[in-house]
C-alpha cells in the first residue's frame, strides 16, 4: 500500500504522467488491470509505476539470480590494433564500457601498440587516462594503466553507489531500460576478433624493408633452433640473404 500523496507516475507504457494524486493512480492501475508500483521510495514525490507487479517480481529475481551467477565478471575492450584508432571508435568502445560498469561488471580496456608507435607510448596512456576521466562518473580505477608487452591495459570497477543514483533518476525520468548484455557482448567479441584478424594481417606494418628482412630472420632461426654450422653450406646462405628468402 502506497501511503503517501501525491506521486510522480510512469504509466504502464512508460510515459511520464507527472505529479499526481495516489488515489488517481490507483484508479488509473485498476482500470488498466494492473498494479501501482513504487519504484523509486528515496525520492520526493516517490516515483510509482502502474505495471504486473506478479511479472516484474518474476523477472526482479530472474535478474537478481543472474546477477550472483555472472557478476563482477571481467569484460575485455580493445581498442583497435593502433594508436590511430578513429575517435568516433573510440567513443563507441567508452560508450560499451558504460554500459558494462553499470551492469556492474569490471572492464579491462586494453590499447595496442604497432611497429614504431611504440615510440609513442605516453599517447597510449594519455587516451587511457582520458577514458579514466569520461567513465568517472560510473567508475573508479581498480588497476591504473600499466604496459604488458606491446599494450597497455587499465582496469576499471563499477562505482555502485554512483551507479545507483543514476539508476534512480533515470527510473524518476521514466527513461530505466534493462541493458541486452547478450547482443553487447558480441558486438565486443566481433570487434576484438576483427582487430586480433588485422593484427596478423599487417604485423610487419610500421617498419622499413631492412627491418622487416632481419625480423623473418629472427623468426626463422628462432623456428629452426640453435644454429648448426656443419648443416649449412656458407654460400647458400649468402645467396639466400641477397633474395630475401626467409
Known amino acids: 500500500m502506497i501511503r503517501i500523496s501525491p506521486i510522480r507516475l510512469i504509466d504502464e507504457q512508460g510515459e511520464q504522467r507527472g505529479v499526481v494524486e495516489t488515489s488517481e493512480a490507483m484508479r488509473m492501475a485498476q482500470a488498466a488491470g494492473l498494479d501501482l508500483v513504487e519504484v523509486v521510495a528515496d525520492s520526493r514525490p516517490p516515483v510509482c509505476k502502474i505495471m504486473d507487479y506478479g511479472k516484474h517480481k518474476y523477472e526482479q529475481s530472474k535478474k537478481e539470480a543472474k546477477a550472483r551467477t555472472h557478476g563482477n565478471e571481467l569484460k575485455e575492450i580493445r581498442l583497435g590494433r593502433s594508436i590511430k584508432i578513429d575517435p568516433h571508435d573510440v567513443q ?3 560508450d560499451q564500457a558504460r554500459r558494462f560498469l553499470m551492469a556492474g ?16 607510448k605516453q599517447l597510449g596512456e594519455e587516451r587511457l587516462l582520458q577514458i579514466c576521466q ?10 591504473a594503466p600499466k604496459g604488458m608487452g606491446r599494450a597497455i591495459t587499465l582496469v576499471l570497477s563499477p562505482d555502485k553507489d554512483k551507479i545507483k543514483t543514476i539508476k534512480a533518476k533515470l527510473a524518476q525520468e521514466g527513461k530505466a531500460q534493462e541493458e541486452d548484455l547478450e547482443a553487447l557482448e558480441a558486438q565486443v567479441a566481433a570487434q576484438n576478433a576483427a582487430d586480433e584478424q588485422d593484427e596478423d594481417h599487417d604485423e610487419y606494418e610500421g617498419l622499413s624493408e631492412q627491418e622487416k628482412m632481419e625480423k623473418k630472420k629472427e623468426e626463422k632461426k628462432a623456428k629452426r633452433g640453435p644454429k648448426d654450422d656443419r648443416a649449412n653450406n656458407p654460400v647458400d646462405d649468402e645467396v639466400a640473404d641477397l633474395l630475401g628468402e626467409i
Do not use: N, P, W, Y
Open 134 to 143: 569520461d567513465l568517472s562518473d560510473v567508475a573508479k580505477i581498480d588497476v
Open 105 to 120: 561488471h569490471k572492464v579491462q580496456i586494453t590499447q595496442r601498440f604497432r611497429g614504431r608507435e611504440m615510440m609513442h
Open 92 to 94: 563507441i568502445r567508452v
